[in-house]
């Protein structure tokens, strides 16, 4: 199943076919060239953060053996006409160590997005969707939480933290619970598909999307792979 | 000696500085980063800790803060003008200051709580340079040196050449627009948008258009059409006034300004937009304006209600006159 940064709470609920009928579709996604090397972030603006963070290096670019990280594959197209209620678990998306934690997830449409602070300092959340709701809220206290949720489909929902100008994430926001985030491994799993053709989209912040055609068949596992240019 | 004066200009440069910290605001992108107003993450502005002004919000408050004294201090100038300025018009140019101040904040709040719509973002910035132009008009026609020019025989010359009221009349007017055009440009995200100076795409003019590469395309147009102004207005003046050094020396320094902000403009670009090199182009435009200002008031001198009528004026004085006329002689 994918894993869209929320753990178990992504887990689709009920799903309206029959599940042995499913197929699963695997994959990696691939770097072309090499990986730039990671940028160290200057935390000096807020000495809380100098001080306190544990990894100062950038997300934007993760990943060993040409394989790419942070990347967020999930079925575009394929699914239309079929509905999948929202899980009722939560996805958190913390700031810990002046970082978001996840750099990109997936949350379903519906579906309740956890914001925590786990910073000794204060953060501003800036969410700025184009088909969902603007928000920005402060959390100026250690422990703080609330919660959201987006209404629409948006690939990707921008997070950032305007206190403190590095921190970004990115959500995509899916109706189906297709969708997953590759790790430094670059593989991905989408499972318990049904069958039928469907059109698989990858996302990356810097280096844009691809798509791939997949077609999906009772107990199969369609394989998929997705190749980026090293900027 | 009145204090009013100086407490004019005082207020004029903390409006300088006022617009100098906002510039900063949006360079460093911290326009979000306290999310309430007028509260600041719900602390009343001035209990907020100075040990949590910490990265964008450093700016982002500290503007606030400077827009609050910037503000007291204009109230402090409309009281102390209704008590002591005779002058009906100036009274009335304290209470537009006044009202100017308080619509600026509330448009700075606005915009805060509709995270920065471009309209009111741009509107904000706009307003900004007229409330310092306010500002400006109240510390020049509090001086001395305004009361002396009210006397209108030796300004003779100049009431009479349409060519330089024009040019210094329509200068402000000019320097203005290019400011809304680059508050556009700034609050639009398109100062990037021609990435190379003083070319564009290594063309005298871009090979493809948009309205990021428009925008950014006309300031720079506008920065030359108003460089060509200030010399058509220096060299008249030089000309044609070279006695009046009232007049010569804000044109000088309109020069000086508008190159230095040329410079800073194409040195934004260069930079990929540094905060204090974009800072520094914000605060020099309001310099270029003004100063554009200063001339253009002084240039209408005769026009305002305080100008005392010597000599015959509406007399037409020689073609070949270029110098003022002593005082009391007449023209």
């Not at chain 1, 969410?127 to 959201?148: K, L, V, W």
């Not at chain 1, 926001?173 to 318990?192: I, M, N």
């Not at chain 2, 680059?182 to 309205?211: C, S, Y």
């Amino acid at each position: 199943m994918a894993d869209g940064g929320g753990g178990d709470a992504a887990a689709p609920a009920a799903p309206a076919f029959d599940p042995a009928t499913a197929g699963d579709v695997s994959g990696m996604v691939m770097l072309d060239g090499e990986l730039p090397a990671a940028e160290e972030l200057m935390m000096n603006s807020d000495p809380v953060c100098a001080m306190n963070a544990t990894n100062t290096m950038s997300s934007t670019f993760i990943g060993s053996n040409g394989h790419l990280g942070n990347v967020f594959v999930y079925v575009k197209e394929g699914l239309e006409g079929q509905s999948f209620p929202a899980p009722t678990g939560m996805v958190t998306l913390d700031q810990q160590g002046c970082r978001y934690t996840p750099h990109v997830f997936g949350v379903r449409v519906g579906q309740t997005l956890e914001i925590t602070n786990s910073d000794p300092t204060l953060h501003n959340i800036h969410a700025s969707p184009t088909a969902n709701d603007e928000f920005n809220m402060g959390q100026p206290i250690q422990g703080m939480r609330f919660e959201r949720t987006f209404d629409n489909p948006e690939i990707m929902v921008p997070f950032k933290c305007d206190v403190h100008g590095w921190m970004n994430a990115y959500v995509g926001v899916v109706d189906h619970p297709y969708f997953a985030v590759t790790a430094e491994d670059g593989l991905f799993d989408l499972s318990t598909l049904p069958p039928g053709d469907y059109v698989l989209e990858a996302w990356h912040e810097q280096l844009g999307t691809q798509t791939q055609n997949v077609t999906v068949t009772t107990g199969q596992t369609a394989e998929v792979s997705f190749t980026f240019t090293a900027p | 000696m009145t204090w009013l004066h100086p407490y004019a200009r005082f207020v004029c440069a903390a409006t300088l500085l006022l617009i100098t910290a906002g510039g900063m605001v949006t360079s460093t992108g911290s326009g979000l980063a306290v999310p309430d107003w007028p509260n600041t993450y719900g602390y009343f502005m001035f209990s907020f800790p100075l040990s949590k002004m910490v990265g964008g919000i450093f700016y982002e408050h500290g503007h606030r803060m400077i827009a609050s004294i910037v503000g007291l201090l204009t109230v402090g100038l409309t009281v102390w003008l209704w008590r002591a300025e005779p002058r009906r018009w100036i009274r009335q140019l304290g209470v537009a200051a006044l009202a100017t101040v308080i619509l600026q904040g509330l448009l700075g709040g606005l915009t805060v709580l509709y995270f920065l719509p471009t309209p009111i973002s741009v509107s904000h910035a706009g307003l900004a340079q007229i409330f310092f132009c306010l500002t400006v008009c109240l510390a020049l026609c509090t001086s001395a040196g305004w009361h002396r020019s009210g006397a209108l025989d030796t300004h003779a010359p100049v009431m009479r050449d349409s060519t330089v009221l024009a040019l210094a009349t329509g200068l402000p007017l000019l320097v203005y627009t290019q400011i809304l055009i680059g508050a556009t440009m700034r609050h639009t995200g398109a100062g990037l948008a021609i990435p190379d100076f003083p070319l564009a795409f290594g063309r005298l003019v871009p090979p493809e258009w948009g309205f990021a590469i428009a925008v950014h395309f006309l300031h720079r147009v506008g920065a030359a059409v108003t460089a060509l102004a200030i010399l058509a207005t220096l060299g008249h003046l030089l000309a044609h006034h070279r006695a009046r050094r009232d007049l010569i020396r804000p044109a000088w320094l309109l020069l000086l300004l508008v190159l230095t902000q040329i410079g800073l403009g194409g040195w934004t670009v260069l930079s990929g937009r540094a905060p204090l090199i974009n800072t520094a182009h914000v605060a020099t435009g309001a310099m270029v304006l003004g100063t554009a200002l200063v001339l253009g008031l002084r240039v209408n001198r005769h026009r305002f209600p305080d100008a005392r009528r010597v000599g015959p004026l509406r007399a037409r004085a020689p073609r070949t006159a270029t110098e003022p006329a002593a005082p009391g002689a007449p023209v």
